[in-house]
T-cell receptor, first 113, second 110 residues
């Protein structure tokens, strides 16, 4: 069964450093998303990406955050100048259409120390 | 403001004891309502999509229903392996994003 693959599973970084979270989407999916979940809290939308550009972003997705598809297959989330409050589980999700179910990866646990 | 409220926060059931989880929503216009299952430390696993009031979907021991204000996830004769957090999410019109509730943590004991 096709699945969304995320790497690394756990990333520890020092405050102020840059991190890149990687995702391999399901092959025929065209819509890509990043969500995050702070421990014990709701899953929150960060950004959606379609046709090589951002289609929507939340207030959380400030100018420290960026996304791209560097090689047409991987989908990455970059966070610059990380803060303690960036510590969370980050989920990549992909979908075939803009309406309908999104399939989530297993997540990357980001810990900023 | 679009929002999703799930109840109860936690539910403990004996194996075989059927029950229902509630998801109440307020949204300007509903594109779809989604149920996910989340195991500890894992990503949400898609279960169902519901698009319009009156719609029902079933999968094994789970059945999801939808009205104009809420959705129910009915669990019939649950087993311990059904233990997980069940998440409800809505997708409003004119947006890509899913808005999630806080989930119901279900524990099924043998």
């Amino acid at each position: 069964e096709p699945e969304v693959t995320q790497t690394p599973s756990h990333q520890v970084t020092q405050m102020g450093q840059e991190v890149i979270l990687r995702c391999v989407p399901i092959s025929n999916h065209l819509y890509f998303y990043w969500y995050r979940q702070i421990l014990g809290q709701k899953v929150e939308f960060l950004v959606s990406f379609y046709n090589n550009e951002i289609s929507e972003k939340s207030e959380i997705f400030d100018d420290r955050f960026s996304v791209e598809r560097p090689d047409g297959s991987n989908f990455t989330l970059k966070i610059r100048s990380t803060k303690l409050e960036d510590s969370a589980m980050y989920f990549c999700a992909t979908g075939q259409t803009e309406v309908g179910e999104a399939f989530f990866g297993q997540g990357t646990r980001l810990t900023v120390v | 403001e679009d929002q999703v409220t799930q109840s109860p926060e936690a539910l403990r059931l004996q194996e075989g004891e059927s029950s229902s989880l509630n998801c109440s929503y307020t949204v300007s216009g509903l594109r779809g309502l989604f149920w996910y299952r989340q195991d500890p430390g894992k990503g949400p696993e898609f279960l169902f999509t519901l698009y319009s009031a009156g719609e029902e979907k079933e999968k094994e021991r789970l059945k999801a229903t939808l009205t104009k204000k809420e959705s129910f996830l009915h669990i019939t004769a649950p087993k311990p392996e059904d233990s997980a957090t069940y998440l409800c999410a809505v997708q409003p019109y004119n947006t890509d994003k899913l808005i999630f509730g806080t989930g119901t943590r279900l524990q099924v004991f043998p």
